[in-house]
């Protein structure tokens, strides 16, 4: 109910419309004595679908390469009262060309600050900077949207260890010693040259073999040399180097 001001008008305020769509809104006036007697009037409110603001992370998200990634998406509305955006969230990925690289659909779940929903970001994407474009597919009470703005990530080189062994320590001189250099990582088998170094001296540059490299010499000359392995790195994997083994 309203009550009625100096100019004879009443207002009724925070009324919340059960559904979109067209709605017939009533207004009975009771009368107060037989100078004003009661009436009705009657009159028609649209209550239309509304936008909704789509948001990812408001920074580039960094993922590994080999790893699968996931990005948070939120959806919200104006009628937090009545709902929250429901229905599916459809993602194209780009690359630094602007090439599509993968898309697909992520489903809304509702929220106390409206719906969320999560990008899978693929596990064999080359390193590189992407971008997502995200659209929404509305629902009953909301339309469908774009989002003003993409979200961006990163997939960096993977990670790698570098561990060198020796075939014989101490060994003797003018006898062949083999160093073994092993290149591990969580995101696969690392490609590329690794080189051997006695101090700051290259003593030979080996090619990695599903993850290995192995150097033969009698060259080393008597007392402790520092023997270290260096990975030069590839297009998907970091360059590393191991900790140096005194060969004695």
């Known amino acids: ?50 936008a909704v603001t789509i948001t990812g992370p408001s920074s580039t998200v960094s993922v590994a390469v080999g790893h699968a990634g996931s990005i948070p998406i939120t959806v919200t509305g104006p009628y937090t009262t009545l709902s929250v955006p429901s229905g599916i969230i459809r993602f194209t990925i780009l690359n630094s060309a602007n090439a599509t690289v993968s898309s697909g659909t992520a489903t809304l779940t509702a929220s106390e600050t409206g719906a969320t929903a999560t990008v899978a970001v693929s596990s064999t994407l080359a390193p ?58 969580s995101g696969g088998t690392p490609t590329g040259n690794v080189g051997f170094y006695d101090g700051t001296t290259l003593l030979g540059t080996v090619t990695l073999s599903t993850g290995s490299a192995a150097f033969t010499t009698a060259a080393l000359t008597t007392g402790t040399h520092s023997i270290t392995a260096a990975y030069s790195g590839d297009s998907t994997f970091q360059a590393g180097s191991s900790a140096p083994v005194s060969q004695v």
């Open 128 to 185: 590189g900077s992407y971008i997502i474009a995200l659209t929404y597919s509305g629902d009953t009470n909301y339309l469908s949207s774009s989002a003003a703005t993409n979200v961006t990530f990163q997939v960096g080189l993977a990670g790698t260890t570098v561990s060198l062994a020796s075939s014989a320590n101490p060994s003797l001189l003018t006898t062949a010693v083999t160093f073994t250099a092993t290149i591990s990582s």
């Open 1 to 50: 109910a309203g009550t009625l001001g100096g100019a004879a008008n009443a207002t009724l305020t925070n009324v919340v419309l059960p559904a979109i769509g067209s709605h017939t809104i009533a207004a009975h006036y009771a009368g107060v004595s037989s100078t004003y007697l009661s009436s009705n009037g009657i009159g028609t409110i649209a209550l239309s679908k509304a």
